[in-house]
């Protein structure tokens, strides 16, 4: 059994549509940070991508080479800085043990002086024997005085700064080398679909090459150009209706961006919105039809939407033709309910 059904037309409100350019929502090239040659090429052109993965692998043999020079200095230099530590400590202890030695000899000294004196006084011993006793006194004072300056002068001057300094460049060299490691595995800076690759395993390329682009297509990007009589539709509104030339049905996207002023070289006002694209249906680069209504209505050729068939994009229905049916190209429009607009191809 076929059903038929005449081409009618009905009431339809009046709707202005807008043509609009449909875009990824991210756009992120992958640049190289080193030279080097590629081992490995893990993901291709139309691959998905997560932020993060692998996209190829370079040749690391000189850079761990390089690293591994690097520690062996770095060890040199902190083994160095320890010894120099360590004996540092072990002047500044001698230093501080011979100034406790001397003060105790000098106080020693200074109660035997004291008891000469009263000798001297009572005429026991001579002035010559009590000015030996000053003279040793004035000795032991200027070794008390030279040892606590010594002292100062190694806790002042810190000797091995110089290879505190370079340990400190050795560490920051091997960080350094590190993070440069990690670039010869290049990654998605974002996630997305890997749009351009040209890129093949046993290539030589140099630092600052662009090596692929990723566009995030869920959701996607619309842009539209407004003159200022459809400004007035869209003022206000929070999302749109949309349309894919060829298909029936809409999609909504959401409004993002309204310009305030009109771009000086086209007078018009930049629309931007966003849709989300889990079908992978929206196709960037391509163009959608943005559905602005203006409460008018109009008569509209219009059939059941189950009389559409699709094949290779194009749309088509059926028409009888006396007892035969042929085939006719048409092209959609709006849909609603059960039936779809033709704007081409019925009469």
Same mark, same amino acid.
């Given at each position: 059994?076929?059903?038929?059904?005449?081409? %009618?037309?009905?009431?339809?409100?009046?709707?202005?549509?807008?043509?609009?350019?449909?875009?990824?929502?991210?756009?992120?090239?992958?640049?190289?940070?080193?030279?080097?040659?590629?081992?490995?090429?893990?993901?291709?052109?139309?691959?998905?991508?997560?932020?993060?993965?692998?996209?190829?692998?370079?040749?690391?043999?000189?850079?761990?080479?390089?690293?591994?020079?690097? &520690?062996?200095?770095?060890?040199?230099?902190?083994?160095?800085?320890?010894?120099?530590?360590?004996?540092?400590?072990?002047?500044?202890?001698?230093?501080?043990?011979?100034?406790?030695?001397?003060? #105790?000899?000098?106080?020693?000294?200074?109660?035997?002086?004291?008891?000469?004196?009263?000798?001297?006084?009572?005429?026991?011993?001579?002035?010559?024997?009590?000015?030996?006793? *000053?003279?040793?006194?004035?000795?032991?004072?200027?070794? $008390?005085?030279?040892?606590?300056?010594?002292?100062?002068?190694?806790?002042? #001057? #810190?000797? +091995?700064?110089?290879?505190?300094?370079?340990? &400190? %460049?050795?560490?920051?060299?091997?960080?350094?080398?590190?993070?440069?490691?990690?670039?010869? !595995?290049?990654?998605?800076?974002?996630?997305?679909?890997?749009?351009?690759?040209?890129?093949? @395993?046993?290539?030589?390329?140099?630092?600052?090459?662009?090596?692929?682009?990723?566009?995030?297509?869920?959701?996607?990007?619309?842009?539209?150009?407004?003159?200022?009589?459809?400004?007035? $539709?869209?003022?206000?509104?929070?999302?749109?209706?949309?349309?894919?030339?060829?298909?029936?049905?809409?999609?909504?996207?959401?409004? +993002?961006?309204?310009?305030?002023?009109?771009?000086?070289?086209?007078?018009?006002?930049?629309?931007?919105? @966003?849709?989300?694209?889990?079908?992978?249906?929206?196709?960037?680069?391509?163009?959608?039809?943005?559905?602005?209504?203006?409460?008018?209505?109009?008569?509209?050729?219009?059939?059941? %939407?189950?009389?559409?068939?699709?094949?290779?994009? !194009?749309?088509?229905?059926?028409?009888?033709?006396? *007892?035969?049916?042929?085939?006719? =190209?048409?092209?959609?429009?709006?849909?609603?309910?059960?039936?779809?607009? =033709?704007?081409?191809? $019925?009469?």
């Amino acid at each position: 059994i076929v059903q038929t059904a005449p081409v %009618s037309s009905v009431n339809w409100e009046e709707t202005k549509e807008q043509i609009a350019e449909v875009l990824p929502s991210l756009q992120m090239e992958v640049v190289l940070k080193v030279d080097g040659d590629v081992t490995g090429v893990v993901k291709r052109k139309g691959d998905k991508v997560q932020e993060g993965d692998v996209i190829l692998e370079l040749d690391q043999t000189d850079i761990l080479r390089q690293k591994k020079k690097l &520690e062996l200095s770095a060890a040199a230099a902190r083994d160095q800085l320890e010894m120099a530590r360590q004996e540092l400590e072990d002047k500044l202890a001698d230093l501080s043990d011979s100034i406790t030695v001397t003060q #105790n000899t000098l106080v020693e000294i200074e109660q035997d002086y004291n008891k000469m004196r009263n000798d001297y006084d009572a005429g026991l011993i001579s002035q010559r024997e009590l000015e030996m006793m *000053e003279h040793r006194i004035q000795s032991v004072r200027l070794e $008390l005085d030279s040892l606590i300056r010594k002292k100062q002068t190694l806790e002042t #001057n #810190n000797p +091995v700064s110089a290879l505190e300094t370079q340990w &400190e %460049s050795s560490r920051i060299a091997l960080e350094e080398m590190e993070r440069t490691l990690t670039y010869y !595995q290049v990654k998605a800076p974002a996630s997305g679909i890997l749009t351009k690759m040209p890129v093949e @395993e046993g290539m030589t390329l140099p630092a600052g090459s662009k090596i692929g682009l990723i566009e995030r297509t869920d959701p996607v990007k619309i842009r539209a150009q407004l003159t200022d009589d459809l400004l007035a $539709l869209v003022e206000g509104k929070q999302e749109l209706d949309y349309r894919i030339p060829g298909e029936t049905g809409t999609g909504k996207a959401k409004v +993002v961006y309204l310009a305030e002023v009109a771009d000086l070289a086209t007078n018009t006002y930049t629309l931007e919105l @966003e849709a989300p694209n889990p079908n992978g249906k929206l196709k960037p680069g391509t163009r959608v039809y943005l559905l602005l209504n203006d409460n008018g209505q109009k008569r509209v050729i219009a059939i059941p %939407s189950p009389a559409v068939l699709h094949d290779d994009g !194009q749309a088509y229905v059926f028409v009888l033709s006396g *007892e035969y049916a042929e085939k006719r =190209v048409i092209t959609l429009g709006r849909t609603r309910e059960n039936i779809v607009e =033709v704007t081409e191809g $019925l009469k």
